[in-house]
């Protein structure tokens, strides 16, 4: 099913599709996985605010967060953390305030090599994140 209608089903049906869509990137190789996985994500509609970047605590799991089919750029990227790591991929979620570039969010960063989130719809690597714009890093440990 393409990922735009997938918002429009039932959210069990919507957490049926995540999974399925989690099965067909295994085994396919890394930067592959990863702008695929950014194109299906990139289709979610948007909401306003839903998520606060400060707060970790306040995040929804990804269950939460499929289930309810509430999204902004914030949730998206956990969206994107979550599905690459069932996945098995090394990743963290951060949070990037870069001035220069009028940046304020979450981006993911996989295998301390690739970055997610920090321009829509793009895979980029890690030096699009200029010095000291990073003010807070989660694992995957602290979020699952």
């Not at 997938?6 to 592959?32: C, K, V």
């Amino acid at each position: 099913m393409q990922s735009n209608l997938i918002w429009q089903l039932p959210p069990r049906e919507r957490l049926q599709n995540w999974r399925q869509f989690r099965q067909s990137l295994e085994g396919l190789p890394t930067p592959e996985n990863l702008q695929v996985c950014v194109d299906w994500w990139k289709m979610v509609p948007l909401d306003k605010r839903v998520i606060d970047p400060y707060f970790s605590q306040d995040w929804p799991s990804p269950w939460d967060l499929i289930y309810e089919g509430k999204f902004d750029e914030n949730a998206i990227a956990l969206g994107i953390f979550y599905t690459l790591h069932y996945l098995g991929l090394e990743c963290e979620v951060s949070l990037i305030q870069d001035h220069a570039d009028d940046f304020l969010g979450l981006v993911v960063i996989v295998d301390n090599q690739w970055v997610l989130c920090r321009n829509w719809g793009e895979v980029n690597t890690t030096d699009t994140i200029p010095p000291k714009t990073k003010m807070e890093t989660w694992t995957s440990e602290q979020l699952t």
